[in-house]
């Protein structure tokens, strides 16, 4: 299998587990891509009910982490989601997306009108919003914890885990992958899965793969140092050790990263970059970066935050800049499936910043597809979910998840 990130390492654990010889190849390091540079936020709160389920899921599943997987830290902290609404017709779709997550199991999401979210959340400007969608159970995670422990688990499995070791190319008869070549040698294989995410949009036609609309965007994050007078004290300090990951109506979107420190994202324009190189990860460009002045975007993000959560207007100053990138599709839904015209190989990527939160999932998924061909559905805790969202030559015509 191809890629060792959170969904790498969680597939490689799981198809280990169910009695496969898994040999992993990465390129680089484990975790050396996306899952190292994320927000790493986990939610529940999807448009469609297979998202939602299996979120679910996902969040169960790093609850019990140390337990199924192994390690002793929790990877998931539950501080919660907040989407923020400041127009009629988003909020009144907000709240009937609601109704569809309860009906789906989400027993413990609610719609704040702004009385209602003022009074829980009495940081958030009243003024600026007509209410939001709160599931206490979404959050955020370590994601070092997850693709670590991962592979920790398959290599004690007796997984094979080959780091700075990319595949080059594949042999085939028919349509058939028999074997992935390295620089080494040649790897043979009845299965091949792939888990390069941003990185596929270069492999696909070294590899052979079909092509699919995976377009790597570059996504900036800035770090916030916490002062002000809304956050300060030990009350201040529990509010802001508390506070949900927060979604203004702009799109931009914080949470705390720790005690004195707040970590922010707005999602931006940019072109797709297929050729992109591991040190391209983290080249920053100036009209993003910090040290460029209050032009820069991350002050745009700041001040954008601070339209519905003025204590963050207070704060000291931005620290730092990072970034990485999205391997993002069409619709934002990832494909979750086997290759249209290879039998053999299973393609889990695209997962348009979703790969942490989705790990647990896509991991149950690709296991599905590996030992019962092609499923049109699978059990996901108490129900039965289609498998149509995550297929390859699905109608991408439309935006299937929230972004």
């Known amino acids: ?41 986990i939610r529940q709160q999807f448009s469609t009910p297979e998202s939602v389920v299996g ?36 909020w009144g779709t907000a709240r009937s997306r609601v109704g569809m997550q309860v ?90 899965v792939d888990c390069t995410n941003a990185f596929d949009a270069a492999l696909q036609s070294r590899l052979g793969f079909t ?5 790597p965007l570059k996504r900036y994050l800035w770090f916030i140092q916490r002062d002000g007078s809304v956050f300060s004290g030990p009350a201040g300090e529990r509010a802001f050790g508390a506070m949900p990951l927060v979604i203004a109506p702009s799109g931009a979107y914080c949470r705390p990263e720790n005690t004195g420190s707040l970590l922010c994202g707005w999602a931006h324009p940019t072109r797709p970059e297929p050729g992109f190189t591991f040190e391209d990860q983290d080249r920053i460009e100036p009209a993003f970066f910090h040290k460029t002045g209050p032009d820069s ?43 249209p015209a290879l039998s053999n190989v299973i ?17 149950l998924v690709v296991e599905a597809l590996a030992t019962q061909g092609r499923p049109d559905r699978i059990q996901v805790l108490d129900r039965e979910i289609p498998l149509h969202a995550f297929r390859i030559g699905r109608d991408l015509g439309h935006e299937a998840m929230v972004i």
């Not at 997850?146 to 885990?161: C, D, M, P, S, W």
């Not at 002050?299 to 999205?326: D, K, Q």
């Not at 393609?347 to 991991?363: E, L, Q, T, W, Y």
């Open 211 to 215: 092509e699919l609309p995976i377009a």
């Open 297 to 339: 975007f991350g002050f745009e993000t700041w001040a954008s935050l601070a339209e519905v959560v003025p204590g963050i207007g207070e704060f000291a100053g931005i620290t730092a800049t990072t970034c990485g990138y999205y391997g993002t599709t069409p619709d934002h839904n990832p494909f979750l499936d086997r290759d």
């Open 55 to 90: 979120m679910r899921f996902s969040v169960d599943f790093y609850r019990r982490f140390p337990e199924i997987v192994g390690g002793t830290d929790v990877p998931i902290v539950q501080n919660g989601y907040l989407f923020l609404h400041a127009l009629e017709e988003a």
């Open 103 to 192: 009906a789906c199991g989400l027993t413990e999401v609610v719609a704040l009108d702004q009385k209602e979210l003022v009074s829980r959340f009495p940081w958030v400007e009243p003024h600026a919003v007509l209410g939001g969608t709160y599931c206490p159970t979404d959050g955020f995670l370590h994601p070092e914890t997850v693709y670590n422990e991962a592979i920790a688990a398959a290599r004690r499995l007796g997984a094979e885990v080959l780091v700075g070791t990319p595949a080059l190319s594949t042999s085939r008869v028919g349509d058939r992958v028999t074997g992935v070549r390295t620089a080494e040698r040649e790897h043979p294989a009845d299965l091949v």
């Open 1 to 41: 299998m191809l890629g060792a990130g959170i969904t790498g390492g969680l597939v490689a654990w799981r198809l280990q587990r169910a009695g496969w010889q898994v040999t992993v190849l990465e390129a680089a390091h484990v975790g050396a891509g996306s899952s190292s540079r994320t927000a790493a936020g």
């Open 347 to 363: 393609r889990a990527v695209g997962f348009s910043g979703h790969g942490a939160m989705f790990g647990p999932f896509s991991a």
